[in-house]
Nanobody, 127 residues
Framework: QLPLVESGGGLVQPGGSLRLSCAVS????????IGWFRQEPGKEQEGVSC????????YYRDSVKGRFTIDTDVAKNTVYLQMNNLRPEDTGVYFC????????????????????RGQGTQVTVSS
């Protein structure tokens, strides 16, 4: 079983919503910070939203504040990214990644070699 498996991507019109899921197995979110990142061909990877190990704090990049929400379902061991009011510039491959004992902003902003990384799910925002 892969440690991180994403789902929920798709094609959506500008202004629409998507909810991405990241199923976690084999490690505890009490010990690992986890976040959502996006990558487009030819562009630098961006940290979209991250949560620290233990889940007590979150980070959002400026362009998604007020539109995206990261949260977890402890019972399902799943991390979600609710994305509302989507814009064409939100398009990309979204993947979740985890790193041991890290803060939310550090995980999102500093380009680490992650302990775990998912395969990614495509999000396309287009009319």
């Amino acid at each position: 079983q892969l440690p991180l498996v994403e789902s929920g991507g798709g094609l959506v019109q500008p202004g629409g919503s998507l909810r991405l899921s990241c199923a976690v197995s084999g490690f505890s979110l009490d010990d690992y910070g986890i976040g959502w990142f996006r990558q487009e061909p030819g562009k630098e990877q961006e940290g979209v939203s991250c949560m620290n190990s233990g889940g007590s704090s979150t980070y959002y990049r400026d362009s998604v504040k007020g539109r995206f929400t990261i949260d977890t379902d402890v019972a399902k061991n799943t991390v979600y990214l609710q994305m509302n009011n989507l814009r064409p510039e939100d398009t990309g491959v979204y993947f979740c990644a985890a790193l041991w004992n890290v803060g939310a902003r550090t995980l999102c902003v500093v380009n680490y070699s992650y302990d775990y990384r998912g395969q990614g799910t495509q999000v396309t925002v287009s009319s």
